[in-house]
C-alpha cells in the first residue's frame, strides 16, 4: 500500500531549503595528469591484451579523425566530426563491455564502433555513402550502425537515445538476457526533455541501462556555465533514484573502473546507473565549426596537456608493454591503411535509386513506388544535376 506518510522519513517544522548546491559529488582518478597511477587508487580489471587493444583502437581514431577532416576540406566527403579529446572516455567505456551489450551512440562514439571491430572499409563506406555502405547511404556521414556489432544507428535528432536506451534495456531484462545497453550523450542533450524521460522510465522500470554523459564542456558553442547552475549532470541521477559516479574523463582507467563496476551493478541489481565523465572536446564541434570564435586557444592548450591518449600511453610505457619504436609503427600504419581505403571506397557507385524505398515495408507500398517513378523521371530531364545516378537502376 502507498501510505500518505510512506515518503516522511525526517519531518520538520520551521521553513528550511535544500541548498541547491549542497550535493559535492566527488570525481573518480586512477591516474595522475602525468599518467602515473595514484597512490591508493583502485585498479581497474585490465591486463596486456586489453591495454594493447584500447591503444590501437586509440591510435586509429587518432589517425582517422585526422585524415577525415582533411578529406571534408578537400571536398571529397562533405561532414565530419572528431572524437579529439574524448577518446579516453569513449574507448575505456567500451572497453568494458560484453559483445552482446547493446551501444546507442550519439555522433562521436567511433572509438567504441572501432573497438568493436567495424572496419576501416566499413567507416569509409559509410561516409561515402557508396553502395557498399550498411545504411545504403540513407544517413549523412558519421551516422553509423552496425547490427553484427550491437551498434545501433545514429540519429541526428538530440538525445532520441536516451528513451531507447531505457526501453531496449528493459526488453534485455523481459527477455532474461546476460546484457547492458550503454547509452552515450553529452551535457548539452542532457538539457534536452528525452534526457528526463529516459531515466526516469529507467529508474522506475529498473532496466540495466548505463547511462554515460560526456560532459566535454561545450553544446557546439554553448560553454556548461551557460547550460546549467547545478553541479554538472550527475546530481540529477541522484534526483532520479540512479546510482550515479562521476569520473575524470581524460584517465582512462578511471573511466574503464567506473564502467565495468557500472556494468556488475546494473546487471546484478537489474537497475540503471549514470556515469559523468568529465573531458574536453579538443576539435571543433563538427567541420562546420569554429571554435575560436567561442572559446581561446589558450583554454585549449591547457586540456590538451591531460590528454587521456598520453596519459593512458605514458601508463603502458612505464608496465613495459610499449614503447616509441611501436608507437612510430602503429601511426605509420593506419596512415598508410586510411588513405589506402579512402582512395577505394570514393569510387564506389552510389547505392541504387530502387534501394530509397526498401527494408521499410515488407512490401514497398503504391504511394513510395509512385515517389520513385516521380524521382526517376525528374533525373531523367536533368541528367547532369545528377552524375551519380546514371546507370544505377537495377
Known amino acids: 500500500m502507498n501510505r500518505p506518510d510512506s515518503k516522511v522519513v525526517n519531518a520538520i517544522h520551521q521553513a528550511s531549503f535544500i541548498k541547491g548546491d549542497a550535493l559535492d559529488i566527488p570525481t573518480l582518478k586512477v591516474l595522475d595528469p602525468q599518467g602515473v597511477v595514484i597512490e591508493g587508487a583502485q585498479m581497474p580489471d585490465i591486463d596486456e591484451e586489453l591495454a594493447l587493444k584500447i591503444y590501437d583502437t586509440l591510435a586509429f581514431i587518432r589517425v582517422f579523425d585526422e585524415r577525415m577532416v582533411a578529406s ?3 571536398g571529397r566527403i562533405s561532414f565530419y566530426m572528431t572524437c579529439k579529446g574524448e577518446e579516453a572516455a569513449i574507448t575505456g567505456s567500451a572497453a568494458a563491455l560484453s559483445d552482446d551489450d547493446m551501444i546507442m551512440a550519439q555522433y562521436r562514439e567511433q572509438a567504441a564502433l572501432r573497438f568493436r571491430g567495424f572496419s576501416t572499409p566499413n567507416f569509409m563506406n559509410q561516409l561515402f555513402s557508396n553502395s557498399k555502405d550498411l545504411g545504403k547511404g540513407r544517413q549523412m556521414p558519421i551516422h553509423y550502425g552496425s547490427n553484427e ?3 545501433m544507428t545514429i540519429s541526428s ?4 537515445q536516451i528513451p531507447q536506451a531505457a526501453g531496449y534495456a528493459y526488453g534485455q531484462k523481459l527477455q532474461g538476457k546476460d546484457a547492458v545497453t550503454i547509452c552515450y550523450f553529452g551535457e548539452g542533450a542532457a538539457s534536452e526533455g528525452d534526457f528526463h524521460a529516459g531515466l526516469n522510465m529507467a529508474a522506475v522500470l529498473r532496466t540495466p541501462t548505463i547511462f554515460f554523459c560526456r560532459n566535454n ?6 560553454g556548461t556555465e551557460e547550460q546549467y547552475a547545478g553541479d554538472g549532470i550527475a546530481p540529477r541521477g541522484v534526483g532520479y533514484g540512479i546510482e550515479t559516479i562521476r569520473v575524470d574523463g581524460n584517465d582512462l582507467l578511471a573511466v574503464l573502473l567506473a564502467t565495468q563496476t557500472a556494468r556488475e551493478y546494473a546487471l546484478k541489481h537489474n537497475k540503471p546507473v549514470l556515469i559523468e565523465a568529465m573531458s ?3 576539435g571543433a564541434h563538427s567541420t562546420s565549426d569554429d571554435p575560436s570564435g567561442y572559446r581561446s586557444k589558450e583554454e585549449e592548450d591547457l586540456w590538451a596537456q591531460i590528454d587521456g591518449v598520453l596519459r593512458f600511453k605514458t601508463w603502458m610505457v612505464a608496465q613495459g608493454w610499449w614503447d616509441e619504436d611501436k608507437e612510430a609503427e602503429i601511426y605509420e600504419a593506419y596512415r598508410t591503411e586510411v588513405l589506402r581505403e579512402l582512395k577505394v571506397s570514393e569510387k564506389i557507385a552510389a547505392p541504387a535509386l530502387e534501394e530509397l524505398v526498401t527494408d521499410v515495408y515488407h512490401d514497398v507500398p503504391k504511394h513510395l513506388q509512385e515517389q ?3 524521382l526517376k523521371t525528374h533525373i531523367a530531364k536533368y541528367p547532369d544535376a545528377y552524375p551519380s545516378a546514371k546507370g544505377e537502376s537495377h
Not at 535528432?157 to 532520441?160: D, M, N, R, S, V
Not at 564542456?217 to 554553448?222: D, E, L, M, N, R
Open 217 to 222: 564542456g561545450y553544446a557546439i558553442s554553448t
Open 372 to 374: 520513385l517513378s516521380e
Open 280 to 282: 574536453y572536446r579538443l
Open 157 to 160: 535528432p538530440l538525445a532520441t
Open 149 to 151: 556489432l550491437n551498434y
Open 72 to 74: 571534408q576540406r578537400q
